[in-house]
C-alpha cells in the first residue's frame, strides 16, 4: 500500500535566488525511497507515492533535511494528502468556477489557523474590498480580483509576523487544481 502526497516548497526559485532545480528535487525525492516522481512548475511543486505508513510529518522532515543536504540551504516544506487538497477545493468560499486561477489563492498553513491574528485584517475588511479571504482547514483562501500583483490584502497577508511560527506557502487556483489532479492520479506531470 501506498500514499500519495503533494510537496510545497516555500520561497525556492524566486529573483536568482535559493535555486531548486526540479530535475535535482525530483532525484533527491527518488533517494528517498518515493516513487512516482514528477513535478509541476519551477515553484516548488512535487507529487510522489511514499509508503502507506508513512506519515506527513516524517516525510517533511525526511525531506527538508535531504533538501538542506543536497542543496547547502534550508528550505520550508509542506506536505498534503489528496484528500486535505481535494477538501481544500472543495471548501472554498469563493466562487473557484466563476474566477480566473490568479484571482483566487490558498496559502497553506503548517497548523491552524488562529483567527486572532487577523483581528486588525478582519477589523479594517472594507478597506480591502473587492478583496476578500476567508479560513479554512489549515489554510487562507484569498480573492483578488486584480491579481495578486497588486493586491493591497495580498501584501498585508504576506507580513511575517502574522503568521509567525507557521510555515506558509501561497498558490494560484490554477496550481490547486493541478495537485488536486496530480495527487489524484488523473493527470501526469512534467
Not at 47 to 67: M, P
Not at 142 to 169: I, M, Q, W, Y
Amino acid at each position: 500500500m501506498t500514499t500519495t502526497y503533494a510537496l510545497l516548497l516555500r520561497g525556492i526559485n524566486v529573483g536568482g535566488h535559493r535555486k531548486v532545480p526540479m530535475a535535482e528535487l525530483r532525484s533527491v525525492l527518488e533517494g528517498l525511497g518515493h516513487q512516482d516522481v514528477v513535478t509541476y512548475l519551477q515553484s516548488g511543486n512535487a507529487v510522489f507515492t511514499t509508503a502507506a505508513d508513512s506519515s506527513e510529518e516524517k516525510v517533511r522532515t525526511a525531506v527538508e533535511a535531504a533538501i538542506e543536504g543536497h542543496f547547502g540551504f534550508a528550505v520550508d516544506c509542506l506536505v498534503r494528502d489528496h484528500d486535505y487538497l481535494a477538501a481544500v477545493a472543495a471548501d472554498c468560499p469563493f466562487p473557484a468556477g466563476d474566477l480566473e486561477g490568479r484571482q483566487l489563492h490558498a496559502f497553506y498553513l503548517s497548523g491552524p489557523v488562529d483567527e486572532d491574528r487577523f483581528t486588525a485584517l478582519l477589523r479594517d475588511r472594507d478597506g480591502y474590498l473587492p478583496e476578500e479571504f476567508a479560513f479554512g482547514d489549515r489554510v487562507v483562501y484569498l480573492h483578488t480580483p486584480d491579481g495578486l500583483g497588486r493586491s493591497k490584502l495580498g501584501e498585508a497577508l504576506n507580513r511575517p509576523a502574522l503568521f509567525k511560527g507557521l510555515t506558509v506557502t501561497a498558490r494560484n487556483w490554477n496550481t490547486v487544481r493541478k495537485l488536486v489532479d496530480l495527487t489524484g492520479g488523473t493527470e501526469g506531470g512534467a
